[in-house]
């Protein structure tokens, strides 16, 4: 059971350089969701997506973007990574309203 | 003050003993509670729903207290293992978007031999 998955595992960029964090469930889920972690710290919202073809900002949106290509796919993209992006990146999906969100196993992200 | 608070930790745990820790929360209009564990740095993993009054699961017991707007997490007879930290998630379903689940920031349990 796949549940979530994250590409890529480990990334290293330079400032500047752009890339896309990739996302899928295989849960049949409605809502995806990405989150950044950085230590000692809890999870921030980055964005979200309520249902195939809506995103919302969550509580720390700059320099990101994302897209929700299909109900199993919700991407992230760095257009231009900076130092302070440096994190530890989730995605997770919900299905229902009532329900608990599943975690992808991260993606962990270095600029330089 | 924070939506979701937890007391940060950490807690000091022989093993085999009981430990438990709190949860409070701020809005009276949440429906569902959840208890994650964290490893260092690894994805929060599911631990308990709790939709009414509590839940247990073999050596893991959350209670909810809707009056004082806390939920609780008991785990008895401690192992090395469950050395993780703890998140306190909080649902406001019925009030808000998709979007809002409110995430604590953790309880740091370290269990000892």
């Known amino acids: 059971n796949a549940g979530v998955t994250q590409t890529p595992k480990f990334q290293v960029l330079k400032t500047g350089q752009s890339m896309t964090l990739q996302c899928a469930q295989d849960?049949?889920?409605?809502?995806m969701y990405w989150y950044r972690q950085d230590p000692g710290m809890g999870l921030r919202l980055i964005y979200y997506?309520?249902?195939?073809?809506?995103?919302d900002k969550g509580e720390v949106p700059n320099g990101y973007n994302v897209s929700r290509l299909n109900k199993r796919e919700f991407s992230l993209r760095l257009e231009s990574a900076a130092p302070s992006q440096t994190s530890v990146y989730f995605c997770a999906s919900r299905g229902r309203r009532d329900q608990p969100q599943h975690f992808g196993d991260g993606t962990r992200l270095s600029i330089l | 003050r924070k939506e979701v608070e937890q007391d940060p930790g950490p807690f000091n745990v022989p093993e085999g003993a009981t430990v438990a820790f709190n949860c409070t929360y701020s809005n009276s209009a949440s429906q569902s509670f959840f208890w994650y564990r964290q490893d260092c740095r690894k994805e929060p993993k599911l631990l308990m729903s709790?939709?009414?009054s509590g839940n247990e699961d073999g050596r893991f017991t959350a209670q909810l207290n809707r009056a004082s707007q806390y939920i609780s997490l008991l785990i008895r007879d401690s192992k090395l293992s469950d050395s993780a930290t703890y998140l306190c998630v909080v649902n406001r379903e019925a009030t808000d978007s998709w979007g809002k689940l409110q995430f604590g920031a953790g309880t740091q349990v370290v269990v000892t031999p």
């Open positions: 997506s309520a249902s195939e073809g809506t995103t």
């Open positions: 849960m049949n889920h409605n809502s």
């Open positions: 709790v939709y009414s």
